[in-house]
């Protein structure tokens, strides 16, 4: 086993070091071993290590049980966690990130429900590159199908801007939807018939700037952090129309023919992408950057922002949930979302949206969800703060809250509305008969099923 796996590494070894071989002294090996290593020798030393020795490791009691009760195994005070469920399993002598086994405990040691595999729902924003603005103004990072294969319709950028720090002018070819995360921020944009649009957002609020039109986000006093998603899975931050290179990809003459003005109005242009970089504070009267044309400004429904932390939540037993969709933020025709609160030991039912894959960002706390795909594969996915889940049209999931603080998520659908089918409604809706004859449950449980949707179910009692 040791001799196969070091085989690659001696390989690209001998690519740096293979002009000094003539000078190792003859007490040193050479790079590579004797013919007498190939397949069965008699003279073969055998080493037997005892790999029985993994150390002191102990089992939670969720590892003890039957393997599809699956209780989540929170490994995170655990020394030398091991891969076992009930009879499933057997111990890991390594090697192993310790650190990571802990943080995803699921992967390690997944319930016995879980079978096959449905491709991977779960991308940590720690594991994405960070791409630096200029001069400490900011940073951004994304997801997309390039780290989540399966997340097609829609991907996620994460972005910081400093106190005044801009998000260069640009626009691209999906629509982008946002959440401020935290702090504000002035946003403005103008459209086709040349309608403009200026507002500050805070923490909690959302905008939406539909494909093609060019905007541009400027932090505040207090700097800012938003969640950005697009309806393309493929997006990438890189490759966006920037205000700069527009203009430095065009004939000067044009550009001067084109705006009324001298050729040399564009002799101290920036000379490369601006994309994230300090600016002069947004005037604090609004109304100064309120540019209009006899076309006018984009009102009510028109409006790029919707100001959804001033909606309140419904408080449901497990936590709250409150909901932003077309009905009530028409501009953004495709982006349905859910905010959602889940307490500790609280659940997002299981439940699936008919009409749209779901892109998810984790924004507080610690959670587990099962996607199920058919006909019959099922993986448990661990998300923490600043991760991203996906989980595909129709295929079932549920949310829950295994950490000891408030699991915040975000759930944003491609859909015209926001729609789930909550599996519990489903099942408590169904003629009792019907169920009672699939599934061999009986009557007296049945009767518990929750016929109005929990939305958030509460966490258990005791
Ligand atoms: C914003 O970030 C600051 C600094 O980390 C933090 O103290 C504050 O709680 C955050 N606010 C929100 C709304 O997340
Ligand atoms: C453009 O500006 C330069 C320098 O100010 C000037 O010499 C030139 O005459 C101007 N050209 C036109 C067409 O106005
Ligand atoms: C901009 O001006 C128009 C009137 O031209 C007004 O209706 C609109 O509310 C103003 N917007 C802001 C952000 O002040
Ligand atoms: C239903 O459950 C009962 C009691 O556990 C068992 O005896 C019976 O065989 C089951 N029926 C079917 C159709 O699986």
Request: aromatic share 12%; proline share 12%; no cysteine.
């Given at each position: 086993m040791a001799r196969h796996t070091s085989v690659p590494r001696l390989a690209l070894l001998s690519l740096v070091a293979i002009g000094s071989v003539s000078c190792a002294p003859a007490s040193n090996p050479g790079l590579r071993g004797s013919e007498e290593l190939l397949g069965y020798n008699p003279t073969n030393v055998l080493s037997q290590e005892n790999t029985n020795d993994v150390g002191d490791y102990e089992l939670l009691p969720g590892q003890k049980e039957d393997a599809n009760i699956g209780e989540y195994l929170?490994?995170?005070?655990?020394?030398?966690?091991?891969?076992?469920?009930g009879s499933k399993g057997g111990t890991d002598p390594g090697p192993r990130t310790p650190a990571l086994d802990k943080l995803f405990s699921d992967r390690l040691a997944p319930p016995g429900t879980d079978h096959g595999d449905v491709g991977n729902a779960q991308w940590s924003l720690a594991l994405s590159k960070v791409k630096q603005g200029k001069k400490n103004a900011g940073w951004s990072r994304q997801q997309n199908?390039?780290?989540?294969?399966?997340?097609?319709a829609m991907a996620g950028v994460d972005m910081r801007l400093e106190p005044n720090g801009y998000r260069e002018l640009h626009w691209h070819v999906a629509s982008e939807w946002a959440l401020m995360l935290n702090g504000s921020a002035r946003v403005q944009a103008v459209q086709e018939d040349g309608k403009t649009f200026v507002d500050d957002v805070s923490a909690g609020d959302v905008w939406f700037f539909p494909a093609g039109v060019p905007h541009s986000i400027q932090a505040l006093e207090g700097g800012c952090e938003f969640m950005l998603v697009f309806d393309d899975g493929s997006f990438s931050e890189d490759n966006t129309f920037l205000a700069s290179e527009i203009i430095a990809h065009n004939p000067k003459s044009v550009l001067a023919q084109n705006l009324n003005v001298?050729?040399?109005?564009?002799?101290?242009?920036?000379?490369?992408?601006?994309f994230i970089f300090p600016g002069t504070a947004a005037p604090t009267d609004i109304q100064k950057q309120n540019v209009t044309s006899s076309a006018g400004t984009l009102q009510g429904?028109?409006?790029?922002?919707?100001?959804?932390?001033e909606q309140e939540p419904r408080e449901v037993a497990g936590g709250s949930v409150k909901i932003l969709d077309?009905?009530?933020?028409?501009?953004?025709?495709k982006f349905s979302a859910a905010l959602v609160t889940i307490k500790p030991g609280a659940m997002r039912e299981i439940h699936w949206h008919p009409s749209s894959p779901e892109w998810s960002f984790f924004i507080a706390g610690t959670a587990r969800a099962t996607l199920f795909k058919p006909p019959n594969t099922a993986t448990t996915f661990d998300y923490h703060a600043g991760d991203v889940g996906y989980f595909p049209q129709s295929e079932s999931h549920y949310i829950q809250n295994v950490g000891e603080d408030d699991v915040i998520l975000l759930e944003v659908l491609q859909a015209d509305h926001f729609a789930d089918i909550s599996l519990g409604q489903w099942l408590a809706l169904t003629p009792h008969q019907i169920v009672k004859d699939t599934l061999n449950i009986s009557e007296e449980d049945i009767n518990k099923f929750p016929t109005e949707k929990p939305v958030v179910v509460a966490a258990p009692s005791g």
């Open positions: 929170d490994f995170s005070n655990v020394d030398n966690p091991q891969p076992i469920r199908v390039d780290v989540l294969p399966d997340a097609t001298n050729v040399s109005a564009f002799d101290d242009i920036p000379d490369g992408e601006l429904k028109d409006s790029y922002t919707y100001h959804f932390s077309p009905l009530t933020f028409p501009i953004a025709s």
